[in-house]
């Protein structure tokens, strides 16, 4: 008993350590969001200094952030609607295909999502100008549907891969129809991972980058875009950037926290049998 305490101790202080040196970039770009250019530059680093909200409110009311939000809120959440349910239901299919077709679908989704984001840019960009739908919320919900819909996929395919078959068979034994044993007897079980692959999309469409660089403009203009013209030839910079990137974290971090129950149970779903 002694011995596991101390292994429990051990583990628990690691992941303390593991936990203080991921959260140290978050802090040290809070001090900085909080500091005058002065400060900010300062070698070696002040730790005691005057906070300011000054690049905050810059940030909020002067550089347009919360316009920005709303276009990254607007497309991650439209993404997430479309992307979630039909790659559910592709998984579902896939993980209860028994045909030898299953395999090479799935590869064939993989190798699309292995492909650079450049090689893909292009044609979209040709796509939507040629449909007139550049700076639209449509161009970049269809190409972060198209992008995304591989990773989602064989993540939800994990997780219906771990409900046995045997509660299909035996939601149709019971009167249901194949939709009715999805929906009502499947679906529920899977819900934890419904909610990782939720999050996952969401931040995979929340934080593109070079999509957004190249089918938005001013109308539609994300925030990683945003951010990033701020530009470097001002020494306030570093400051408004980190009072940005502050402000970009908060959607993600809240969504989280509101999903946090079934993230967790997502997260450790079918680590244990038996």
């Not at 077709?101 to 492909?115: D, N, S, T």
């Not at 409900?163 to 194949?178: K, M, T, W």
Request: net charge positive; hydrophobic share 60%; proline share 6%.
């Amino acid at each position: 008993m002694a011995a596991r305490r101390n292994r429990h101790r051990l583990l628990l202080a690691a992941l303390v350590l593991f936990t203080l040196v991921n959260l140290v970039p978050i802090l040290w770009g809070l001090l900085i969001s909080l500091k005058q250019p002065a400060d900010a530059f300062a070698i070696p680093p002040k730790l005691i200094f005057t906070p300011t909200l000054e690049f905050h409110q810059e940030v909020w009311l002067e550089r347009g952030f919360a316009g920005y939000l709303l276009n990254s809120l607007v497309i991650a959440g439209v993404t997430v609607l479309i992307s979630v349910p039909v790659g559910t239901l592709a998984a579902y299919a896939l993980a209860r295909m028994r045909s030898r077709v299953a395999q090479p679908l799935l590869i064939g989704l993989l190798a699309v999502r292995m492909l650079p984001q450049i090689l893909l840019a292009i044609p979209f960009f040709v796509m939507a100008r040629w449909l007139g739908i550049i700076d639209t919320y449509p161009a970049m919900v269809l190409a972060m549907v198209a992008v995304n819909q591989p990773f989602t996929i064989w993540l939800m395919r994990s997780f219906f891969a771990d409900v046995p078959v045997e509660l299909d068979e035996a939601a149709l034994i019971d009167g249901c129809n194949r939709w009715q044993a999805f929906r009502l007897v499947v679906l529920p079980t899977v819900r934890p991972g419904v909610a990782v692959t939720a999050l996952f999309s969401m931040l995979l469409a929340y934080n593109e980058f070079l999509f957004a660089l190249i089918l938005t403009g001013s109308h539609t203009k994300t925030l990683p875009v945003a951010i990033a013209e701020y530009g470097g030839e001002d020494i306030n910079y570093w400051s408004l950037s980190a009072a940005g990137a502050i402000g970009i974290m908060l959607p993600p971090v809240i969504f989280t926290l509101l999903v946090q129950r079934h993230l967790i149970r997502g997260l450790t779903f079918g680590a244990v049998k038996g």
